[in-house]
């Protein structure tokens, strides 16, 4: 793939398009910024599915399957949370690859951390991977980096798997389950 001068966004698009694979979001600190950043490049509608933004802990349960008792004994920021809500977005919106943001942007602290504290995730095929990251700098700069340093995460994950198509969803966007004894769709939780 010949975008090496490319910024993160157009080079994720193009590169899960050469592969037929698909992306969606789920952002808390970022709020929506990372999916708009991958909306920015041309073509991002073939592989660009969407996005759920969970700025309240309440949204990461409902919409994305965080378990409530992992936030009441970490909280909101941390690389678990991270990593459950990526995993959420990869299978409630039927994506092959789905990234995830949790942080604090600041300026001042939040549950007891500092701001520029950020964990990011990247769910797909062969498992999730997290980062967390210290960033320096006001709201918008802590922001733009975690929006910058999870698509190169992605793009790191993506680059280093097997191409896979994206999991196939049923009705209302749930991931069909098929057992053995029974021919019938099963939805996930």
Do not use: C, F, N
């Not at 459950?84 to 092959?96: C, D, Q």
């Not at 210290?134 to 994950?157: I, N, S, W």
């Not at 191409?163 to 966007?173: D, E, I, L, M, N």
């Not at 053995?180 to 996930?188: K, L, N, R, V």
Request: aromatic letters at 2%.
């Amino acid at each position: 793939m010949q975008v090496s001068g490319a910024e993160p966004g157009k080079r994720l698009v193009e590169l899960l398009t050469e592969r037929g694979e698909t992306v969606a979001s789920a952002e808390s600190l970022t709020a929506g910024l990372v999916a708009a950043t991958v909306a920015d490049t041309p073509g991002a509608s073939v592989v660009l599915l969407g996005g759920v933004l969970a700025y309240a802990p309440r949204v990461k349960v409902d919409l994305l399957g965080v378990p409530a008792e992992l936030l009441d004994r970490v909280g909101t920021v941390d690389p678990a949370v991270a990593v459950a809500m990526a995993e959420g977005a990869r299978v409630r919106l039927g994506a092959t690859w789905a990234l995830s943001t949790t942080g604090v942007a600041g300026p001042g602290p939040a549950e007891g951390k500092p701001a520029g504290t950020v964990h990011i995730a990247v769910a797909g095929p062969s498992g999730t991977a997290t980062r967390a990251l210290e960033l320096k700098g006001d709201r918008t700069a802590v922001r733009t980096r975690a929006v910058r340093e999870v698509l190169l995460l992605a793009l790191r994950e993506i680059a280093a798997t097997p191409p896979t198509p994206a999991p196939p969803t049923g009705a209302g966007g749930t991931v069909a389950l098929v057992a053995p004894d029974d021919a019938g769709p099963h939805p996930s939780s």
